[in-house]
């Protein structure tokens, strides 16, 4: 047990802020990166396709997004270690399975991330999408190296928050939208898509998403039991805040699609805004997408990275430490690079959503499993039944829906 607390306070930043604000940090980090590029096009374009039943995959979403979140913040914190960590710990080598299955996932989403950030600025201002990419990731890229750099991507995420929520009141002060009927299909639904609920849980809570959470909460000095009151609040407050932000561009959606108007398959989420608010929602789009962008960049960025952290000791802290900045600036450059050679951000983002609905079962069940390895967690704590239960539910769900989307789109 005292080689396991020393690995717990390795992880103490040097600048100690208070449990509850640290737990906002993560509320709001991991939220954002469920609300990026990827959810503006997703949720778009299966409301043009699913109309009012699409509420039903939300409404599992939410469900699924919550027994996920939970399990994997309360595990991660008790046992103080990254997840990769305790993979390892489960079985040597399964946590460098995890991490590649994770860093690949979540690599190809930033794609996504910088071309809808660079989108936004192109709609804002008329430059390039290229070029409004290359600023986006240069200012995601001096966030992270700044002093103080996880508290500045805690303020400027949540900054952008408001901005996101602020612009989706406003589409929604302006169209007519369709509630009882959104109700009605979200209970009743007369069509559900396995494919749309696989790529929306992945966009929402698979991959890198699962785990943006828990790990800045164990980066900022949140571990052992007694930061599990942190842990519920942190995670029900970050689902609730996707969530909300998921319906109301959903209510959006559906109202544009029920008044009868078809949306562009090339950019359906921008469709919206402009048939509910002319060219001014068009613009407020671009602020939004530059947005969702932009937190969705340092989500995935800070998640990835930190999947490459396997420190034991003070010494290989420091190391990791030192050599951070290089792997952040690596893999948001790359990703940007991606962007320029390939394209097609809105396929992209549509195909990895799914990718990483197929990877959350197998990155759950890891963790569930040392959820009762008493080397991991301690010989104290007691995993909740009901969180296993449901856990363990949603892996083989996920499985099933995942496997069942593979063999129809194949």
Do not use: C
Not at 135 to 156: E, P, S
Not at 190 to 215: L, Q, R
Not at 222 to 227: E, P
Not at 335 to 353: A, D, R
Request: charged letters at 10%; aromatic letters at 12%.
């Amino acid at each position: 047990m005292d080689q396991n607390k020393t690995e717990k306070n390795i992880e103490l930043p040097v600048n100690k802020r208070s449990p509850r604000s640290v737990a906002m940090g993560a509320a709001f980090v991991m939220a954002m990166a469920a609300v990026g590029p990827g959810f503006l096009t997703q949720t778009a374009t299966f409301t043009s396709q699913l109309g009012p039943s699409f509420g039903f995959a939300i409404l599992v979403t939410i469900i699924i997004d919550i027994v996920v979140q939970l399990n994997i913040w309360r595990i991660i914190t008790v046992s103080g270690k990254h997840a990769q960590q305790i993979a390892n710990d489960i079985f040597p080598g399964l946590g460098y399975f995890l991490t590649f299955l994770i860093v690949v996932g979540g690599f190809f989403f930033n794609i996504g991330n910088v071309a809808g950030a660079g989108l936004g600025l192109n709609v804002l201002f008329g430059i390039s999408a290229e070029n409004g990419a290359i600023i986006a990731a240069v200012l995601a890229i001096i966030v992270f190296v700044v002093r103080n750099a996880l508290l500045v991507m805690d303020r400027t995420v949540q900054v952008l928050a408001v901005v996101k929520i602020a612009i989706l009141i406003y589409i929604l002060s302006v169209a007519t939208v369709p509630v009882g009927l959104a109700v009605k299909h979200t209970f009743l639904p007369t069509n559900i898509d396995f494919y749309a609920i696989v790529t929306i849980v992945g966009g929402t809570v698979g991959g890198y998403i699962s785990f943006a959470g828990g790990h800045r909460l164990l980066e900022g000095g949140v571990h052992g039991q007694k930061g599990l009151k942190y842990v519920n609040e942190g995670a029900l407050s970050g689902v609730g805040i996707a969530s909300v932000i998921r319906v109301m561009l959903f209510l959006a959606g559906l109202a544009v699609v029920i008044a009868g108007h078809k949306l562009d398959p090339l950019n359906p989420a921008a469709d919206i805004f402009k048939i509910a608010a002319g060219n001014f929602g068009y613009k407020f789009f671009g602020l939004l997408l530059f947005a969702a962008g932009m937190t969705s960049i340092l989500g995935s960025t800070f998640t990835s990275v930190s999947f490459m952290n396997y420190s034991q000791s003070p010494e290989d802290v420091v190391k990791f430490q030192k050599y951070r900045p290089y792997l952040v600036i690596g893999f948001i450059a790359i990703s940007t690079l991606v962007f320029y050679i390939v394209g097609k951000p809105v396929q992209i983002l549509i195909f990895v959503g799914a990718i990483n609905g197929l990877i959350l079962p197998i990155a759950l069940g890891i963790l569930l499993i040392g959820a009762y390895k008493n080397k991991i967690m301690g010989k104290d704590y007691k995993h909740p039944i009901f969180l296993s239960i449901f856990g363990w539910i949603v892996v083989l769900f996920m499985a099933f829906a995942g496997i069942e989307t593979l063999i129809n789109t194949l």
